[in-house]
């Protein structure tokens, strides 16, 4: 109770300083996200780079960025970080059990918002997110970031399109190496993208076809959560 009641105050200051801006694609009207991932620990295999490499689709632009996160404790379901000159906060609505085969996971749809700020307010932003005072251990995550998205508009089919292409209904492939307080780790995650009574055949769908030939270690329920889990492991 008390880390919520920190984690408002600390809101309510740092919004005094941030103007919003698009809500996450979970809550756009009746289309969700629903998001699956797994965490690794050490360096990704060579083989899965290789495998995503190759998966069908456009060329893949690799994007690097570092995201700062508050966690607070015990809240593996809410998520607050600082990511280039915008606030998020990220919600789960719901988590469910995923299964297909040997692979398993937990299937999580959540809601976020965010709120930019200007390069005139970013040092009292940052200073305020990372205050002494501030209650909740920080983390500095680095990702560097490679996606593929696919149309799922032909029922039955996920066709490779541009990753800048907004989709109302299909799925985005992600394989992220990341570094959290220097050290090293990597994660395969899936966005399934409709409707939300559509989003849980998307995501069987999609990941049937793209796993087909996954070489990498098992993907079992074990390591399978979201950031703010992840940094709360850490």
Known sequence: MKSEKYLVLSLLI???WVSPSSSLAAD???TVTLELRWFFEGQPPVDVKDWFAELPGNSIKQEERTDLYLVVSGREDLGLKLREGRLEL?????????LMGS?????????GDKWDFS???????????????????RHTVDKTRKQRKYDASDSGSFTPVDRKKWLDSGCVIEFTQIEID????????????GAEEDVSEILAGCTAQLLAGYPGPF?????SFGYPKRVMLK
Do not use: Y
Not at 103 to 111: L, T
Not at 119 to 137: H, I, M, S, W
Not at 182 to 193: K, N, P, Q, S, V
């Open 119 to 137: 390069e005139r307010n970013g040092a009292v932003v940052v200073t305020a997110f990372t205050a002494g005072d501030l209650k909740g251990p």
């Open 219 to 223: 993907l079992t329920e074990k390591e």
């Open 90 to 98: 990220k919600t789960r609505r719901s988590t469910a059990l995923f």
């Open 28 to 30: 756009n009207g009746d």
């Open 182 to 193: 220097g050290e090293t780790g990597w994660t395969l995650g899936f966005d399934a993208i």
């Open 14 to 16: 740092l919004l005094c």
């Open 103 to 111: 692979v398993r996971g937990n299937q999580e749809i959540w809601h």
